[in-house]
């Protein structure tokens, strides 16, 4: 039986992907800082799907917990076949009046963890020769952000490094793609600040629809999922648009959120 590995598991899209990879047979090792989630988790995973749930709390902004994180992926007496690197948060407002702190603590999980964790996976994956790598990105990798620049900007950085490596592993049997989801009902957006978008329903997708797209996409070996067809238009429009209108409609939109 093969093991998923998924970062930021206790909630929306990572709790989502522990699902459908368990529903699949995957056992899962589950990482997030909330141990007791984890473990509800884990324990409802293994009832209802017949797999092996191992919680691992671990807090990947600390240097401790990444490296148990790392150590666990370059574990060659247990493999990981799939890493889901989905761990990740934003902030909200304009840069100079946010706490620079924050700020880069944003992208240490957002961007270095994300690293750290790729490359571990895959020099493990890439030994064995068989393996895969989700990195979930979002919408907002395809243009800046006003107002949540620093999240933007990241998730930019996410898109390029997942695009490049993905490039680099063909021929060693490891697949790595990049997941962007557009707006998703979660706990994100309480947890960055954000008021109601103004955004219609429609434009909204559920953590299981991301997930549901993303693991179709990955048996098709694709590169990128862009989850919904609104998404995928908008990531189209934002990749052959001037960067001035791209830029003024999203920070429209999120300044509408605050």
């Given at each position: 039986?093969?093991?998923?590995?998924?970062?930021?598991?206790?909630?929306?899209?990572?709790?989502?992907?522990?699902?459908?990879?368990?529903?699949?047979?995957?056992?899962?090792?589950?990482?997030?800082?909330?141990?007791?989630?984890?473990?509800?988790?884990?324990?409802?995973?293994?009832?209802?799907?017949?797999?092996?749930?191992?919680?691992?709390?671990?807090?990947?902004?600390?240097?401790?917990?990444?490296?148990?994180?790392e150590a666990r992926l370059a574990d060659a007496a247990h493999p990981v076949d799939v890493l889901?690197?989905?761990?990740?948060?934003?902030?909200?407002?304009?840069?100079?009046?946010?706490?620079?702190?924050?700020?880069?603590?944003?992208?240490?999980?957002?961007?270095?963890?994300?690293?750290?964790?790729?490359?571990?996976?895959?020099?493990?994956?890439?030994?064995?020769?068989?393996?895969?790598?989700?990195?979930?990105?979002?919408?907002?990798?395809?243009?800046?952000?006003?107002?949540?620049?620093?999240?933007?900007?990241?998730?930019?950085?996410?898109?390029?490094?997942?695009?490049?490596?993905?490039?680099?592993?063909?021929?060693?049997?490891?697949?790595?793609?990049?997941?962007?989801?557009?707006?998703?009902?979660?706990?994100?957006?309480?947890?960055?600040?954000?008021?109601?978008?103004?955004?219609?329903?429609?434009?909204?997708?559920?953590?299981?629809?991301?997930?549901?797209?993303?693991?179709?996409?990955?048996?098709?070996?694709?590169?990128?999922?862009?989850?919904?067809?609104?998404?995928?238009?908008?990531?189209?429009?934002?990749?052959?648009?001037?960067?001035?209108?791209?830029?003024?409609?999203?920070?429209?939109?999120?300044?509408?959120?605050?």
């Amino acid at each position: 039986m093969s093991t998923a590995l998924v970062t930021g598991a206790s909630a929306g899209i990572g709790r989502a992907f522990a699902e459908g990879l368990a529903q699949r047979g995957h056992d899962v090792v589950l990482v997030a800082r909330d141990g007791a989630r984890l473990r509800e988790l884990g324990d409802d995973l293994a009832r209802r799907h017949d797999v092996e749930a191992t919680s691992c709390p671990a807090d990947l902004l600390t240097g401790a917990g990444l490296a148990a994180v790392e150590a666990r992926l370059a574990d060659a007496a247990h493999p990981v076949d799939v890493l889901v690197n989905n761990a990740g948060f934003g902030t909200f407002g304009r840069f100079a009046e946010l706490d620079v702190d924050r700020e880069v603590e944003e992208v240490e999980l957002n961007v270095v963890a994300l690293l750290r964790l790729t490359r571990a996976a895959l020099g493990a994956m890439e030994t064995r020769r068989s393996g895969a790598i989700l990195n979930v990105a979002s919408l907002a990798a395809y243009q800046p952000a006003p107002n949540s620049a620093t999240y933007a900007a990241t998730k930019a950085f996410v898109h390029s490094f997942t695009h490049a490596v993905h490039d680099e592993a063909r021929g060693t049997g490891v697949h790595v793609m990049l997941v962007c989801p557009g707006y998703t009902h979660t706990e994100f957006h309480d947890r960055a600040g954000l008021g109601p978008t103004g955004l219609p329903e429609m434009a909204w997708l559920s953590p299981d629809h991301v997930v549901t797209a993303a693991l179709r996409d990955l048996d098709r070996k694709r590169s990128v999922s862009i989850p919904g067809a609104l998404n995928q238009a908008a990531a189209a429009f934002s990749s052959v648009a001037p960067a001035a209108v791209t830029r003024r409609l999203a920070g429209l939109v999120v300044k509408r959120s605050g």
